[in-house]
T-cell receptor
C-alpha cells in the first residue's frame, strides 16, 4: 500500500526566504506526482504535476522535482510571500487513477 | 474549464439525520468521481471511487451502508451520510476525472463541503 510522507509538517518563515518542502513515497510504481495548495476551509488548487518520466516542472516561483527511484519529490518556493501561506499537499497517482495524499506541510510566511 | 462544484458548501445537522452532498462536473463529463474525507489538520483520505452507472468501490474501513454513493449521470455524484453522528463531522471533498481520449489521470477537485453533526 502506497504511503506518502511530507516533511516538515509545519513551517514558519519570514517573507523573502527560499523554501524546500519534502515529499517521500514508498511505492515507486507511480504514474505521476502532484503538488496542491489548500487554503483553510477550501478545496485544492493544483500547482504542479510531474509525470513519472519527468524530472521536474516549473511554474513561476515554484519548482518541483521528482526522483522516482528513491521515492522523493521536493517543492521549491523562491522568494516566499505572505500570500504563499497555505497547506501544501503532495499526492502520488498509482494504478486505477487513485491519488494518495501526504499529510501536508502548513506554511506560514510572515511579513 | 474543468470546474467541479459541490453543494452544499457547509451543512449543520442533528445526530441521527441523513445528509446528502452533491458533486457536479460543470463543463465536462466524468467517467469517475472520487470522494475524500479530511479531518482537521489531517490530509485527504480516499473514501470511495464511483463510476457512472455502477456501484461504488469503497476503501477499507469505510462503511458502504453509512456512506451511500450514487453516480447517476456523467456529471453528478452524490454522497449521503446516513444516521450521521458527531464523529462524521469532517470536510468532504469530491473530485472528477474527465473523459479524455488517451488521458486517464486527471482529477479536478470540488471546493469541499463542511459537515458538522451536533
Amino acid at each position: 500500500k502506497q504511503e506518502v510522507t511530507q516533511i516538515p509538517a509545519a513551517l514558519s518563515v519570514p517573507e523573502g526566504e527560499n523554501l524546500v518542502l519534502n515529499c517521500s513515497f514508498t511505492d515507486s510504481a507511480i504514474y505521476n506526482l502532484q503538488w496542491f495548495r489548500q487554503d483553510p476551509g477550501k478545496g485544492l488548487t493544483s500547482l504542479l504535476l510531474i509525470q513519472s518520466s519527468q524530472r521536474e516542472q516549473t511554474s513561476g516561483r515554484l519548482n518541483a522535482s521528482l526522483d522516482k527511484s528513491s521515492g522523493r519529490s521536493t517543492l521549491y518556493i523562491a522568494a516566499s510571500q505572505p500570500g504563499d501561506s497555505a497547506t501544501y499537499l503532495c499526492a502520488v497517482q498509482n494504478a486505477g487513477n487513485m491519488l494518495t495524499f501526504g499529510g501536508g506541510t502548513r506554511l506560514m510566511v510572515k511579513p | 474549464g474543468a470546474v467541479v462544484s459541490q453543494h452544499p458548501s457547509w451543512v449543520i445537522c442533528k445526530s441521527g439525520t441523513s445528509v446528502k452532498i452533491e458533486c457536479r462536473s460543470l463543463d465536462f463529463q466524468a467517467t469517475t468521481m472520487f470522494w475524500y474525507r479530511q479531518f482537521p489538520k489531517q490530509s485527504l483520505m480516499l473514501m470511495a471511487t464511483s463510476n457512472e452507472g455502477s456501484k461504488a468501490t469503497y476503501e477499507q474501513g469505510v462503511e458502504k451502508d453509512k456512506f451511500l454513493i450514487n453516480h447517476a449521470s456523467l456529471t453528478l455524484s452524490t454522497l449521503t451520510v446516513t444516521s450521521a453522528h458527531p464523529e462524521d463531522s469532517s470536510f468532504y471533498i469530491c473530485s472528477a476525472s474527465p473523459i479524455r481520449q488517451g488521458v486517464s489521470w486527471e482529477q479536478f477537485f470540488g471546493p469541499g463541503t463542511r459537515l458538522t453533526v451536533l
